[in-house]
């Protein structure tokens, strides 16, 4: 176990499915990823999936590490590889891959209920995502917010897309996945967790835990979230319907482990 996680935060992630750390990530690196993400949005990498319409402005983008260093130091050199061992309890990690997704002011569409592991060519347990706040986040400009326990449903939810972007088509219909509840038209029915974060925070939560976010309602402030995405012992390829496009590795087959130049090995034991 390393100093910034705690036993009862890894019993929290075990049995709530997400947990927020604080003071994670240090203001040099926060100065470097806020300047990374503006390159990304002047001059956005080859997986841009953001829109922009009357109301909503909205910036996302996946796989930054493979061509821009300060991500990929990020990614690779830093704690989150550490702290993602550290709540599977496992001999290595892998690093799945890394998205951005800024809400700019006054972008009000909410980011809608799902979980990600149906999108993701993986089979396995020891999935987690590090959600790192760049922005004092809230309620008011868009936290995200998670369905307690939900990691343990065993259900699959159907993939859908997220809104109007760029180049994103519909995903394909797997007739083992279940379309998901509407949750946010019956919110009591569910124990919502979440919680507000301040910059260098994160939120880490099981690929399987159900989370949605708010949109941003601030008329002055942004939401900028960039999240790495690791996996643990236990995780496979895998092939399905349904599955993210630019997710997806010629160099593996179904059932083989993940290490690859695609989905490198980051941490051992």
């Not at 590795?249 to 051992?268: A, F, I, K, N, T």
Request: hydrophobic share 35%.
């Amino acid at each position: 176990m390393i100093d910034c996680v705690t036993a009862s935060d890894i019993d929290d992630y075990n049995n709530d499915g997400a947990v927020a750390l604080r003071g994670i990530v240090n203001a040099g690196d926060l100065q470097r990823l806020a300047a990374a993400i503006e390159d990304d949005i002047k001059n956005p990498g080859p997986f841009y999936h953001g829109y922009e319409s009357d109301d909503s402005r909205f910036h996302g983008n996946l796989r930054l590490w493979e061509t821009h260093d300060t991500f990929r130091d990020i990614c690779v050199n830093s704690e989150f590889p550490r702290i993602a061992r550290t709540f599977f309890d496992s001999q290595k990690v892998n690093l799945l891959y890394d998205q951005l997704f800024v809400k700019e002011a006054a972008m009000g569409q909410r980011t809608r209920w799902h979980n990600d592991q149906p999108y993701w060519p993986i089979r396995g347990w020891q999935v987690l995502s590090i959600w790192i706040a760049l922005d004092h986040t809230t309620t008011e400009n868009g936290r995200v917010e998670f369905v307690r326990g939900s990691h343990k449903w065993g259900r699959w939810f159907q993939p859908e897309v997220f809104g109007k972007t760029a180049d994103i088509a519909d995903y394909e219909r797997n007739p083992e996945f279940e379309d998901i509840p509407d949750i946010e038209a019956d919110r009591d029915k569910y124990d919502v967790i979440s919680w507000d974060l301040e910059p260098g925070d994160v939120y880490v939560f099981h690929a399987m835990t159900v989370h949605g976010a708010g949109g941003n309602n601030s008329g002055s402030r942004r939401r900028r979230g960039y999240t790495v995405r690791y996996t643990g012992d236990d995780v496979v390829y895998d092939l399905r319907k349904g599955l993210s496009k630019p997710l997806i590795c010629d160099d593996l087959e179904p059932g083989m482990p993940l290490d690859s130049e695609r989905y490198p090995v980051v941490e051992r034991a």
